[in-house]
């Protein structure tokens, strides 16, 4: 079994960045002019590293497969980001981040990064305000904060309802200047197809331009992958069309170990699905769980009724509703973090109480009215008026005057790459940023937290990381991949693999294919799994795979715009991804954060801890094709915080 | 909400690349709930074609919830469809009838060339931005995000600029095809606050040299921008954005 | 093209005025006649005038051409029923009829004015042209009459429409607009619109009327 040195500095949690900073080797000026960087992803980690990078003196080269990077699905985060600045006076301390964001993912996530992550938190802000972003501010000149979930402090930093979308504009904004200054080579269109190693380090990587097809290869001295999450596996999701896991998955076959599939989040408020021909799922923001009141109806047949339309929200009650989150949880009531409320939910709609008019009644109410009565409608409309009016415009329906209806929704993947302290996974030169790594958010990640885990890795954490690994590669020079076989090679792989799928011409299409793939996802590796279930997953999925295999469907040419050859790619990897995560999910066999077995829950319906056999991060490592993959344990060690039963009823 | 199907004919622009000349194609589509997105629409429509295996139409799309800017279909004469306020992944074929025939066509800009059938190059806005759309600040280094209060107006001002989401419509429904909105939007945003004041006639100046240079038309004010934008950007961002060129211009 | 057409904005009302004395009386008109032809002030802003009015012809030829050349391929189906007037969208073809009015204008009166043979009044001592006759002889002349004043009334319907935009766009062009100065311009436009379209047509109603 390989040892995973997670290389965490020596010290306290407290001294620990600022210890690795003071140690650490630099690059200096003159030299990092001849080291080159690859990033792949222009969303919050990869596009404020491509920028910072390139500030420090970096050639970097960017990639993105959409037609600019202010396209990346960073942009859609809604809600806001946390910062430990602590502007209203409510208690909050960089200490306190941390222990909530490590309480929050269920004690699964590494205690050294997270308390880092906490400490960058305020640059961030900082940072943000000065790149002219405009975060909401009080009359008085100074920001707002807001509250999310898992918290009892007001630490979240906002910008309306489009947080992500500003966030992402302002990294976008550093990132065009140093494109305009020729510090950053520019690839739109352009998608990953292979990680190039030579001598066992990452130099490259093989591509395809998506307009004409063309394969090429570009070395760099360091490869970064800010390539996002891989929840795209259900089909439905609220990630974007095109958001995919291929390029960690290529980086798992080429060896980098592939930490905590089974971990991703479902989250609780998305508008629920109504059809079969369905192409995504869209997130009403965290937020509104400050101001709205989640229910179901108390009574089984007032549920029954609205599903047939014959009864109306409105016409119940107070006492005939049932506001579960509040009933069940005191302390943060409808606050409770994602994984919480999620399976709350399930457990309502389970139970008969769903009010949706779909085959499974899968839906509960959001709703504003309390709110409205206590602050005024125009109140409501400043903080949430476009997410209301986007909820109208895909529902046809008021929510000022209806309750919402939501139900979970598949959402982010806190499993990822496996990395290091210094973001490196387990191929030297190969890093991992933001969602596209496993390391912060444990087994649940709290609202607010992945915006400010893909700054902090992009502007703060990786800029320094990545020069302590390309300190030594001074003296190597650039490489020409025309003259290596190293890149000819995997050029060629890439080749074929196409080559294969185009050959197959099969009747099936992509779409069906990956639905398929999604539905087994959602029923036996989504919010509730058992031992039965995960393995007639395993099973269903490697059917799925010789199904697709064996009679995929893609028109069109390869060297050419060809936009079901790029999904076939993206969705042969998403099967693979499904297999792995059904085999990590059953691994674990206890319940924690957002996974969930059946096997292990508490008398009143919570996730039930085995810290004594699983407080450990698994990390997959790659054996082969027709190989099952080895799983090495990367031990989890509570020193900063003591290790308990996590408790949303009580402060 | 009652949920119904319609049977639709869509006419389409197919042009195989950049090279190549296009027409329209004729597609009918039947039993469309009147539930389902406009995008999704399209999803049908392709799958069926695939079936036939037929090449499917390309179009550009992402997030499908209204704001990465990548969907971009000029839909019966209306950048985004007919409904105001929205993206064409937020459009809803509730919008339409039965037994109609919907006209979808690429954004027709010179500066913004069709790479294939419904899909344009729209780098033009990446060069415009480059040249200016920014604060020039290294990353760290910053002083506190409190040390400068901002008026919540300039704040809130500043937001409602920078809730662009780069998508083109507005060029796309300009008669004279000018990316005026776009950059205004820009320079607006960052011409209300404090840390963006400090270049903005540089900005301005730069930003617009660009947008003539690749191509755009010039703005005539007719302001059907603003009500095809799906932010509904206002028209006094393009005010603001002519102070500063004039400003600019002026300060030589 | 804002400021020229700021500038000819300044001169529509000037001259509406000057013209309105035809309805006083023939003398009135003449003296004001006069005092055009002769006023220092107004001898310097003649030639800025026609540099003004050529700034703009040649201003709005050069930047329509770019934006024809900006869209290669035409939609093939447009609808801007409801997100722009009409005017707005067709202000090179609006600006074409009054410049066409403006030729016909500029050789029937400037150029006889100028350079032509004119009949002479003495009005309180002082010898000064009949531009009064002048005037009233192109709308009541017959059937040549009636031509010319629908010619004149539907170039100013024309220039009403074309100032209907016209105004809050300048403005809008030299950066003098926001939300609320926006709605004010737009009002205070169509009112001068009206104005100056309403005032001119009066006047070959006038003669051919009563």
Known sequence: MTKLNSKIPEGLIKDKWANYKAHQNLVNPANKRKLDVIIVGTGLAGGAAAASLAELGFKVKNFCYQDSPRRAHSIAAQGGINAAKNYPNDGDTVYRLFYDTIKGGDYRAREANVYRLAEVSNDIIDQATAQGVPFAREYGGLLDNRSFGGALVSRTFYARGQTGQQLLLGAYSALSRQIGLGNVEMYNRTELMDIVIVDGRARGIVTRNLITGKIESHFAHAVVLGTGGYVNTYFLSTNAMGSNGSASWKAYKKGAFFANPSFVQIHPTAIPQHGDFQSKLTLMSESLRNDGRIWVPAKIEDAKAIREGKLHPNDITDENRDFYLERRYPAFGNLVPRDVAARAAKERTDAGFGIESNPTGEGVYLDFKYA????????????????????????????????????????????????????????????????????????????????????????????????????????????????????????????SHIDKLMNIKGNTTVDTIHKKLGKVMWNKVGMARSEKGLKEAITEIQQIKKDFWSDVKIPGEVNTLNVELEKANRVADFIEIGELMARDALDRNESCGGHFRLEHITEDGEALRRDDKYMYVSAWEYKGENTEPELHKEELKYEAIEVKTRNYKTA | MASKTINIKVKVWRQKDSNTKGNFETYELSDISTDSSFLEMMDVMNENLVEEGKDPVAFDHDCREGICGMCSLFINGHAHGPDTLITTCQLHMRKFTDGQTITIEPWRVGSFPVIKDLMVDRTAYEQIMQSGGFVSINTGGVPDANAIPIPKEDSDEAMDAASCIGCGACVATCKNSSAMLFVAAKVSQLALLPQGKIEGAKRAKNMIAKMDELGFGNCSNTGACEMECPKGISLAHIARLNREFLVANVKG | MSVSGLFLIVFLAVHLVANIFLLVSPDAFNISAHFMGTNPIIQIMQPLLGAGFLLHIIYSFIIQLQNWKSRPVKYNKVDQKESSTWASRNMIWLGLVVFGFLTIHVINFFWVVKFGHMEHVIIDGVKMEDSYTLVVSLF????????????????????????????????????????????????????YAIVIAAGFTIIPLYFLLF
């Not at chain 1, 992945?450 to 954490?461: E, I, T």
């Not at chain 3, 010619?151 to 300048?170: D, K, M, N, T």
Request: hydrophobic share 40%; glycine share 8%; proline share 4%.
């Open chain 3, 140 to 191: 009541t002349d017959g059937v040549l009459g009636y031509v010319y004043s629908s010619i004149y009334i539907i170039s100013f319907i024309a220039l009403g429409l074309h100032l209907h935009h016209a105004l809050w766009s300048a403005f809008q062009t030299i950066g003098f607009s926001n939300d609320a100065w926006r709605k004010r311009l737009t009002v205070v436009g169509d009112i």
């Open chain 1, 372 to 495: 409205i009565e206590r602050l005024g409608k125009d109140v409501i409309e400043a903080r949430y008026g476009n997410l209301f009016q986007m909820y109208e415009k895909i529902t046809d329906e008021n929510p000022y005057e209806n309750p919402m209806k939501i139900f979970p929704a598949l959402h982010y993947a806190m499993g990822g790459t496996w990395v290091d302290y210094e973001l490196q996974t387990t191929i030297p030169g190969l890093f991992s940023i933001g969602e596209a790594n496993f390391s912060d958010h444990g087994a649940n990640r709290l609202g607010a937290s992945a915006l400010m885990q893909g700054l902090a890795d992009g502007y703060f954490v990786l800029p320094y990381t990545i020069q302590n690994y390309l300190a030594y590669e001074i003296n190597n020079p650039r490489l020409d991949p025309k003259e290596h076989k190293e890149f000819q090679d995997a050029e060629n792989d890439v080749k």
